[in-house]
């Protein structure tokens, strides 16, 4: 059978890109035209939604900072009572640090926060390179029926007015943003504090937007009011002063098809100052009502895009005469190195990984392809070594956590698990953590006739729960050499688990000392479910009265229950380990089911009723990982 050669794979790829290659190119010379004017579109509308968005950005780093001086006002003037000069003190200070207020005033309503004080309304306004004065609260003026007051008065929040002549203080064209003044607990008015923009600022701002050639921006209040624009012509209306009626188009006026939303617009309209269609992108600044409309004359790209079709057009036909011959060589040039790459891949798939490849001799796919299957070949190598490191390691980490657990069980009474049988007294207990290393704690000793022990559950699990758990024990242990009450060792751990608890952590524990002789049991509870009291008789659950979890307060009270056990009586103390164990539908192990497991338990010996009950607890639960820590403390009073 006769072998296909390389340079067959050639002439067949000479063959099939050049053929296609000339439909292809006729076809982008008919689609170019209209390939180009989706891109302007796309271009144009990037372009002018940019500058419509860092306009009104900056616009509202601005206005920003003028609401936050104005709201600081009102809130030093409501909370904490300044007399007048202090009051004009402030507003003088916030015009000093803030160049782009024109003016500021505190407007009162008459007699509310200061009982004596009527109508008063300092004005401080900028004027020749300094600051002036006037005094608002004049009856010529009377603030009380201006839209800055009476609006903010009437919506209960602030509120930018619309554009006006100020004629009682600075005597030009701004805007003003108020900030109604509260006082008292049903927050009633009492009055409102001021920060003027004068509108030749927003003018400045607005000359500075350079888009295309002739691409210009404006600013449009809510109700079509143009408040700053480069060149009234431009404008849909003849803008001559601000104090007339003149108005543009809204946004959806602009176009029809947009809805009113505060979400920046684009859209495509005719031009309203010159023949054509415009591209114009709107965008909403912040809570003043207003809009930066940006608008890009159409006409201006026509022409780069007649130009750019001619040129491309030229090149196309060039490439129309040039293709199939060079179509035919580069192949045969590029196809040549794939032998020798081909050779050495088929060694690499035998396994051997140390087979040379070639240099890659162009930076090209083939060349690229080259390196690629070079550094494969070295990442693989590398991969094997990092294999056999990484699983040594793993090794060496699952080597540590155990040593972990272990220590961690150290920490406890009998090493997480205990069964002692003494004259006067019998005890079970058992921690089974629900990963390596868990959050649960218990730890009993025994000072002469008195039998100290602990039950805890610390809020998270895993290798953070293990720790606060050994800080926990280790703390129950230091105190319990100063032989405290349950009470006072609760208070003191609590204190010190408060210091430095940056992650929030917390244990619920329950504390308690048993006098071996008499039965007197006292106990204290820091957040921890009830234990169980089980007697010849009955089961219940021994009321311990609840106080906050360790950790969580500094100071926090906790307080001794006392009480005598009967002879013979067992004491049941648990974690939510055992009450909430899920078993398979999801159901929960609960209180109920514990309650009512030992209440018809005839076992009354520590030891095998903890064997039983974490049997059962299995038996239910089988078929389903733990999900949380296990711990339980049983212990009897009386003699065996």
Same mark, same amino acid.
């Given at each position: 059978?006769?072998?296909?050669?390389?340079?067959? =794979?050639?002439?067949?790829?000479?063959?099939? &890109?050049?053929?296609?290659?000339?439909?292809?190119?006729?076809?982008?010379?008919?689609?170019?035209?209209?390939?180009?004017?989706?891109?302007?579109?796309?271009?144009?509308?990037?372009?002018?939604?940019?500058?419509?968005?860092?306009?009104?950005?900056?616009?509202?780093?601005? =206005?920003?900072?003028?609401?936050?001086?104005?709201?600081?006002?009102?809130?030093?003037?409501?909370?904490?009572?300044?007399?007048?000069?202090?009051?004009?003190?402030? &507003?003088?200070?916030? *015009?000093?640090?803030?160049?782009?207020?024109?003016?500021?005033?505190?407007?009162?309503?008459?007699?509310?926060?200061?009982?004596?004080?009527?109508?008063?309304?300092?004005?401080?306004?900028?004027?020749?390179?300094?600051?002036?004065?006037?005094?608002?609260?004049?009856?010529?003026?009377?603030?009380?029926?201006?839209?800055?007051?009476?609006?903010?008065?009437?919506?209960?929040?602030?509120?930018?007015?619309?554009?006006?002549?100020?004629?009682?203080?600075?005597?030009?064209?701004?805007?003003?943003?108020?900030?109604?003044?509260?006082?008292?607990?049903?927050?009633?008015?009492?009055?409102?504090?001021?920060?003027?923009?004068?509108?030749?600022?927003?003018?400045?701002?607005?000359?500075?937007? %350079?888009?295309?050639?002739?691409?210009?921006? @404006?600013?449009?209040?809510?109700?079509?009011?143009?408040?700053? !624009?480069?060149?009234?012509? %431009?404008?849909?209306?003849?803008?001559?002063?601000?104090?007339?009626?003149?108005?543009?188009?809204?946004?959806?006026?602009?176009?029809?098809?947009?809805?009113?939303?505060?979400?920046?617009?684009?859209?495509?309209?005719?031009?309203?100052?010159?023949?054509?269609?415009?591209?114009?992108?709107?965008?909403?600044?912040?809570?003043?009502?207003?809009?930066?409309?940006?608008?890009?004359?159409?006409?201006?790209?026509?022409?780069?895009?007649?130009?750019?079709?001619?040129?491309?057009?030229?090149?196309?036909?060039?490439? *129309?005469?040039?293709?199939?011959?060079?179509?035919? +060589?580069?192949?045969?040039?590029?196809?040549?190195?794939?032998?020798?790459?081909?050779?050495?891949?088929?060694?690499?798939?035998?396994?051997?990984?140390?087979?040379?490849?070639?240099?890659?001799?162009?930076?090209?796919?083939?060349?690229?392809?080259?390196?690629?299957?070079?550094?494969?070949?070295?990442?693989?190598?590398?991969?094997?070594?990092?294999?056999?490191?990484?699983?040594?390691?793993?090794?060496?980490?699952?080597?540590?956590?155990?040593?972990?657990?272990? &220590? !961690?069980?150290?920490? *406890?009474?009998?090493? /997480?698990?205990?069964?002692?049988?003494?004259?006067?007294?019998? #005890? @079970?207990?058992?921690?089974?953590?629900?990963?390596?290393?868990?959050?649960?704690?218990?730890?009993?000793?025994?000072?002469?006739?008195?039998?100290?022990?602990?039950?805890?559950?610390?809020?998270?699990?895993?290798?953070?729960?293990?720790?606060?758990?050994?800080?926990?024990?280790?703390?129950?242990?230091?105190?319990? /050499?100063?032989?405290?009450?349950?009470?006072?060792?609760?208070?003191?751990?609590?204190?010190?688990?408060?210091?430095?608890?940056?992650?929030?952590?917390?244990?619920?524990? +329950?504390?308690?000392?048993? !006098?071996?002789?008499?039965?007197?049991?006292?106990?204290?509870?820091?957040?921890?479910?009830?234990?169980?009291?089980?007697?010849?008789?009955?089961?219940?659950?021994?009321?311990?009265?609840?106080?906050?979890?360790?950790?969580?307060?500094?100071?926090?009270?906790?307080?001794?229950?006392?009480?005598? +056990?009967?002879?013979?009586?067992?004491?049941?103390?648990?974690?939510?380990?055992?009450?909430?164990?899920?078993?398979?539908?999801?159901?929960?192990?609960?209180?109920?089911?514990?309650?009512?497991?030992?209440?018809?338990?005839?076992?009354?010996?520590?030891?095998?009723? /903890?064997?039983? #009950?974490?049997?059962?607890?299995?038996?239910?639960?089988?078929?389903?990982?733990?999900?949380?820590? &296990?711990?339980?403390?049983?212990?009897?009073?009386?003699?065996?």
């Amino acid at each position: 059978m006769k072998t296909v050669s390389f340079r067959s =794979l050639g002439a067949r790829l000479s063959y099939w &890109i050049a053929l296609p290659g000339l439909l292809v190119l006729i076809s982008v010379l008919g689609t170019n035209y209209y390939l180009s004017r989706g891109l302007l579109e796309y271009y144009v509308g990037e372009l002018a939604q940019a500058t419509a968005a860092s306009t009104a950005y900056r616009l509202e780093t601005v =206005l920003s900072r003028v609401e936050e001086n104005a709201d600081a006002l009102a809130l030093l003037v409501s909370s904490v009572h300044m007399d007048e000069t202090q009051i004009r003190t402030t &507003i003088r200070a916030i *015009l000093s640090n803030d160049r782009h207020i024109f003016g500021m005033t505190v407007a009162l309503e008459p007699h509310v926060l200061y009982p004596g004080i009527g109508r008063f309304s300092p004005y401080y306004y900028r004027k020749d390179g300094g600051f002036a004065y006037a005094d608002l609260a004049v009856d010529d003026y009377d603030y009380e029926k201006w839209d800055w007051y009476t609006r903010p008065k009437e919506a209960n929040r602030p509120l930018w007015s619309k554009p006006y002549l100020d004629t009682g203080g600075g005597g030009v064209l701004m805007t003003t943003y108020s900030t109604p003044v509260r006082v008292g607990d049903d927050h009633r008015f009492a009055g409102v504090a001021t920060a003027d923009l004068a509108l030749d600022w927003l003018q400045d701002v607005v000359r500075r937007i %350079h888009i295309v050639e002739t691409g210009f921006g @404006y600013i449009v209040t809510s109700d079509g009011t143009v408040i700053a !624009q480069p060149n009234p012509k %431009h404008i849909p209306a003849p803008l001559e002063s601000l104090r007339g009626e003149q108005k543009v188009s809204t946004r959806r006026g602009l176009n029809p098809d947009v809805e009113d939303s505060r979400e920046p617009r684009y859209f495509y309209s005719p031009c309203h100052y010159q023949p054509g269609m415009c591209w114009t992108a709107v965008d909403a600044l912040g809570r003043t009502g207003w809009d930066v409309v940006i608008v890009a004359p159409e006409k201006e790209l026509i022409a780069d895009i007649d130009a750019l079709t001619t040129r491309i057009s030229i090149v196309a036909a060039s490439g *129309l005469l040039l293709l199939p011959l060079v179509v035919v +060589l580069v192949t045969r040039w590029l196809t040549k190195p794939l032998s020798l790459l081909a050779q050495a891949t088929r060694d690499i798939g035998a396994g051997n990984l140390d087979t040379r490849l070639p240099d890659p001799v162009r930076r090209d796919e083939i060349g690229s392809l080259t390196t690629d299957f070079s550094l494969m070949r070295n990442s693989l190598k590398n991969y094997l070594v990092e294999l056999r490191e990484t699983t040594a390691k793993q090794e060496r980490l699952e080597s540590e956590i155990q040593i972990a657990s272990e &220590i !961690q069980r150290s920490m *406890l009474s009998g090493a /997480g698990h205990a069964d002692v049988v003494q004259d006067d007294y019998q #005890l @079970y207990a058992l921690l089974r953590p629900a990963r390596s290393v868990g959050g649960d704690l218990y730890y009993y000793r025994r000072y002469g006739d008195e039998l100290h022990f602990i039950i805890g559950d610390v809020s998270d699990k895993g290798v953070p729960a293990a720790l606060f758990m050994a800080e926990a024990i280790t703390l129950y242990t230091g105190a319990l /050499g100063e032989r405290l009450s349950p009470a006072k060792i609760l208070s003191r751990m609590n204190d010190a688990l408060c210091l430095n608890n940056d992650a929030c952590m917390f244990v619920t524990a +329950l504390c308690g000392r048993l !006098q071996t002789r008499t039965g007197d049991l006292d106990m204290a509870n820091a957040g921890h479910m009830y234990p169980l009291l089980k007697t010849s008789g009955q089961t219940t659950k021994l009321v311990v009265e609840v106080g906050t979890a360790l950790g969580l307060r500094e100071d926090a009270p906790y307080a001794d229950v006392s009480l005598q +056990l009967p002879p013979d009586s067992l004491l049941l103390m648990y974690t939510d380990g055992i009450t909430e164990a899920f078993n398979a539908g999801g159901e929960l192990y609960s209180e109920q089911r514990l309650m009512e497991f030992v209440g018809v338990s005839e076992v009354m010996r520590p030891g095998p009723l /903890g064997d039983a #009950l974490i049997q059962d607890v299995e038996g239910f639960s089988v078929g389903t990982d733990q999900s949380d820590d &296990i711990t339980l403390l049983v212990i009897r009073y009386g003699e065996p």
